[in-house]
């Protein structure tokens, strides 16, 4: 068979010859459904995934946790399938099915040998369409909804922190609202409200389809054509609007306390940008800032600073996911050692950053980074699901195909002192937030 | 509108692919260590799973905590290199070791691709066979199993799995914690983890699965590479655990507006003849998806949970027939009633004949997606080999699933479930609730 589009940048490695599982088609649909195929053979299996490009980011104020309340009710039926019958479907076909829902998208997917792909279809299509929920389950849903915000957040004071942190980070953008909602929105939201969500959001010309696993493009259009063909775009659509974010002109600190936390720790978030479409190098510089700050104990500055030589903390660690639709945030950890105060952790951070502003970026870490960034798109192809989640993750944040596939290359193109400089452009006190998370009596320690 | 026909969907069921299509070979090193391997020579790479059963449970008297300390030390250095340098040299390779101990094995998962396949296995002997121990990253690796010690004292999840395994076990291994305790972990010594070493991992209870880019010939060499020069053997695996448990409540305070409520019992063995039949009761009580009667009555109809499941578990010298669900603290006594009853009609009145044709259907359908990826395969096949399945049992296990009939069903679901028997630990402020011991 043809390479299709394969995945771009293998090619120009200096290891390995390119995988042959993998391959990727895409095209859009009269209506606007977008659709991408990623074929891999190996196993009669396919994943479907429906990705809405619309996420908590874009609820109505004062209805926060729509998006994600409206995801457990697309299981409750549609005008011609009952409440729960499309999973006892999936389940009696021996497959899996869930959903997501994220700031920035909502995503359905099953995961079934690959001769079910028509039947998925059917079904997906119609429930984007026909939705149709008796109030009282969707009542007993509401529940449920807030029994997963009891067992995810207010049993867990680390997803709290996180919470208060974010609402923190931004002062504008809804990225300040949590995904679940607040508990006291969640427990006003009506069936109405989720169907007026509904209806403004979900139509072919807002989602994207991803269908991976053992298929043909052409099998896939031609179905695709049938079951999602039919449904008409909503004109209502538009561009995704959001409010922005002002000027942050002032560093923020987030004091957090809570009896059921044993060990305390510090997390600095500064806003910055995002990958872009056409314009992923300053995102890529981050990236790479966060692998070399803190990507692994034992060989990043951090980890080898606190954790080797000075022995001042237990984990040390730097985050950043540039796969977002409005600016996003990198951040930092640090857990300090036995006896060390969060004013320690703290301190020892800005002396770490300081520092490596000055020292710079080590070649042969940055070479030891990029050889593990060529080898995980080898072994990515090994996982065809997680391989889909990233385009849909990618195209619902407003980046393309392309985008996706010139990821890598731009990855490896970011020079030590491009990431040196992101450093400095980027992690500035007046967009950060430092968060203290402490356990009873911590605080009087830590003044 | 779409209409759906069910006629065409009772035919698809018949079409399910119920076989999972790998193709394991059975290899012999030339030193005699063997291994089943799946060739999947597609992508560049090769998925390695090397479990010794006895794990954890192999700790000495009073020395809890040292398998799962030692295992946590295998990454950090051996001969000239240090911690640092040996991730240094793992990460330029671009190669992956994990290594986890757990009460009943001791595993290692690696990958690595093809291009420097032998210094990655270099690598991997060298931590495997000549762990450095040194003194510096095991005071840095106890701080670390300290703190988590820490965390887990405060987190209702962890308390409630501790209090049922010491309810269930007592002094056995299985009813203390793969951890060990903070004085457990702040007394263990070098001399303690070399101790841990030699017990633990050696080739008499070694099993290995292998999927990927590599031949049956690159594997034997690569086996004698790393396995060859562990010792022949360990310490004695332990005796069968006892089986504590009666029914009753047992209720944990902890400030926290949701319960954490573990419930079971005593189970059944995995070489049961009714073992299948039992898998297939479970899958209907509280197996996975939104689907078993647990989660419709406690979740979809009621409300009262986010999450709920029973399962079959089946350790090497212990079987329990467990639950687990978080519920508000007010609604506690509402949900433990629904579970009751479920446990009670299940043990009374069996199955249903549409009950079991969709759990038999979902059982087979489901089991070829398991085996999805290198490194999900190779865990597989180490699995098998470690609970004493044939190599052939890929391709008869949907058969076993087939067989189970309606009177199977009823006979074993009567004979495992016994609600009176139902011990449950509750972590939480649950109201209205009196604990009964």
Known sequence: MLRRLGLAGLASLSIAVPGKAAEITDFILDNGLEVVVLEDHRAPVVVQMLWYRVGAADEPPGQSGIAHYLEHLLFKGTDTVDSGEFQALVAANGGSDNAFTAQDYTGYFQRVAADRLDLMMQFEADRMTNLKVDPAEALTERDVVLEERNQRTETEPGALFNEQRQAAQYIAHPYGIPIVGWRHEIERLTLDDAMAFYDTHYAPNNAILIVAGDVEPDEVRQLAEIHYGPIPANPVIGPRDRVDEPPHLAERRVMFSDPRVAQPYVVRTYLVPERDPGAQDDAAALRLLSEVLGGSSATSVLGQSLEFKDKSAVYTSAFYSGTSLDDTTFGFVV??????????????????????????????????????????????????SALARRYGAALTSGLTVADVQAWPDILQSVTGDQIVAAAERFLRDEVSVTGWFMGEGDQEVTQ | MIRFALAAVAVLFAAIPARAAVYIQEITSPGGITAWLVEEHTIPFAALEIRFKGGGTLDAPGKRGAVNMMTGLLEEGTGDLDAQAFAAARESLAASFGFDARDGSLSVSARFLTENRDEAIGLLRG??????????????VRAQILSILGSEAKDPNEIARRTFDELAFGDHPYGSQINGTPESVAALTRDD?????????????????AVGDITPEE?????????????????????????????????????????????????????????????????????????????????????????????????????????????????????????????????????????????????????????????????ILAGMQMQGLPIDYVATRNDRVDAVTMEDVRRVAARIYRPDDLHVVIVGEPEGLEASN
Do not use: C
């Open chain 1, 335 to 384: 857990v300090p050692a036995e006896g060390r105060s969060l004013a320690d952790a703290e301190a020892d951070l800005d002396r770490v950053l300081t520092e490596f502003i000055e020292t710079g970026v080590d070649p042969v870490q940055l070479e030891r980074i990029k050889m593990r960034i060529r080898a995980n798109q080898i072994y990515a192809e090994d996982d065809i």
């Open chain 2, 219 to 379: 594997l034997g060499a690569l086996l004698d590479t790393v396995l060859g020069d562990l010792p022949e053997t360990g310490a004695p695996q332990v005796d069968r655990a006892p089986n504590l448990l009666s029914g009753g409540v047992t209720v944990v305070p902890f400030d926290t507006p949701q319960s954490v409520l573990l419930f079971g019992h005593e189970g059944i063995t995995r070489d049961d003849p009714d073992f299948f039949a039992a898998f297939v009761a479970n899958q209907i009580l509280g197996g996975s998806g939104l689907r078993s009667r647990l989660t419709r009555e406690v979740r979809v109809n009621r409300g009262l949970t986010y999450g709920i499941g029973s399962y079959l578990v089946n350790m090497d010298q212990a079987d329990l027939v467990l639950g687990q669900t978080s519920t508000v603290n007010a609604r506690v006594s509402e949900s433990l009633d629904v579970i009751r009853d479920q446990w009670a009609d299940i043990a009374e009145n069996g199955v249903t004949e549409d009950e079991l044709n969709e759990a038999k259907t979902f059982l087979t359908g489901s089991y070829p997606l398991r085996f999805d990826g290198n490194g999900p395969i190779a865990r």
């Open chain 2, 127 to 140: 931590a495997m066979v000549e762990p450095a121990f040194d003194p510096d990253a095991i005071e840095r």
């Open chain 2, 193 to 209: 983890l070399l101790a841990a070493h030699r017990a633990t991992m050696a080739r008499d209870r070694v099993f290995v699965g």
